[in-house]
């Protein structure tokens, strides 16, 4: 039995024995969340807590596999957990698995994959990106009989938030039906340069006012379908030209002038009580004061969300194969980096193996603390627990 399993388990035991005790009065409250936590983070090993902060592709667990640009990983059709993979995740634990479009043939294939996937070490929680529209990795492929979307510009468009909200529960039912906990949607910014390649319509609007009645909306509706939504992706992307998919992007807004048109949408997003933000891999040089990546950032990630629009749930980092951290980073100084500025989850780094002892490594030689992992750990384990 896997190790995160029987921390799981033992929290579960701890819950069933206050159940029995609240029959005495004279101990009618039992443990609370943040005491369920600090016992299951008690007893976890350093390699057992750093694979929480790992959220990968299933192709990351298959060390046989190697590869440099998306293009090559969908030919692979990665859709069943081999024998590499179950090997790989007994060193390397992960605290969560998303799902891509190549690796989802049907609905049979999918409901066998998924359990397959869940009994892998690290207990991981399931994510897709099923943002409807473009963005839809079940609603694209032709073997689901599922509604698709135009757009989110276009449920932005009728200028009636209950759109989104059947959007987002309709979405976030089917996902429950599969067995996903985390769907990396909504997009919460604000489509302001119609030279945008990245966002565009994806955006459900280019007037905060608008795409954030929304965006709340598209989250409750996820909600009720006990499905988690992330939105992303921060501090705002829609005023970028660039894809960071490929390379480099940047915006030279101020703070000032972000807190007049993205920040809108986010902190509408934290007042309604959001779980997980995605960053964005753009740079802010003019908030930033420095021209590195926002995931890398401290100054957005800590001083910006945190501290000062009062976010105090799960960073996760957009992919961390992107091309605007690859092409200036390598694998494990990435990952090192983001954890340091701030971030909770290292989504996708290309090489998962190399990242994850880069972090093990970063602890053992005092480059990071691993109070600092455990800060980000308690955060991921106070989610579990509530899912």
């Avoid at 799981?8 to 024995?17: E, Q, R, S």
């Avoid at 807590?49 to 596999?65: C, N, S």
């Avoid at 359990?115 to 409807?132: S, T, V, Y």
């Avoid at 040089?285 to 401290?298: A, Q």
């Amino acid at each position: 039995m896997k190790l995160m399993k029987k921390w799981m388990i033992a929290a579960v035991l701890t819950c069933g024995f206050v159940i029995t005790s609240c029959t005495n009065d004279d101990n009618p409250v039992g443990p609370s969340p943040e005491d369920e936590v600090e016992e299951i983070l008690n007893k976890m090993t350093l390699r057992e807590k750093v694979g929480q902060l790992f959220f990968v592709r299933p192709e990351a667990l298959d060390t046989t596999i190697h590869w440099q640009a998306y293009a090559e990983l969908m030919p692979l059709e990665l859709q069943e957990v081999n024998d590499c993979m179950k090997g790989v995740s007994e060193k390397y634990p992960v605290g969560g698995i998303i799902v891509f479009a190549w690796n989802i043939k049907d609905e049979a294939q999918l409901a066998q994959f998924m359990p397959q996937l869940k009994a892998l070490n690290g207990h991981p929680l399931m994510c897709i990106d099923e943002e409807g529209g473009r963005v839809a990795r079940i609603a694209n492929n032709p073997n689901f009989d599922v509604k698709k979307y135009e757009s989110m510009a276009a449920i932005g468009a009728t200028s009636d938030p209950a759109n989104a909200y059947e959007c987002g529960n309709y979405i976030g039912t089917y996902l429950k039906g599969y067995g996903f906990d985390i769907d990396f949607a909504p997009v919460a910014d604000v489509n302001t340069n119609p030279e945008n390649i990245v966002i565009g319509p994806r955006a459900f609007s280019d007037d905060p006012a608008v795409a954030a009645p929304m965006m709340t909306n598209y989250l409750q509706g996820l909600k009720d379908a006990n499905i988690v939504g992330c939105i992303k992706h921060f501090p705002g992307h829609g005023d970028v030209k660039a894809d960071t998919h490929y390379g480099y992007a940047q915006t030279w807004k101020t703070w000032a002038e972000m807190l007049d048109c993205e920040i809108i949408t986010f902190r509408a997003g934290i007042k309604w009580g959001c779980q997980l933000i995605m960053t964005a891999h753009i740079s802010a040089p003019n908030v930033i004061g420095e021209d590195i990546p926002s995931t890398m950032s401290s100054v957005i990630l800590q001083d910006k969300l945190r501290r000062e629009l009062g976010y105090q749930n799960i960073i996760v980092t957009d992919a961390m194969d992107m091309g605007a951290i690859t092409q200036q980073y390598s694998s494990g100084e990435a990952a090192v980096g983001c954890i340091k500025a701030g971030g909770d989850i290292v989504l996708c780094p290309q090489n998962f193996v190399v990242a994850f002892d880069a972090v093990v490594d970063a602890v053992n030689n005092g480059a990071l603390t691993e109070e600092r992992i455990n800060q980000s750990v308690r955060r991921i384990l106070a989610f579990k627990i509530k899912r």
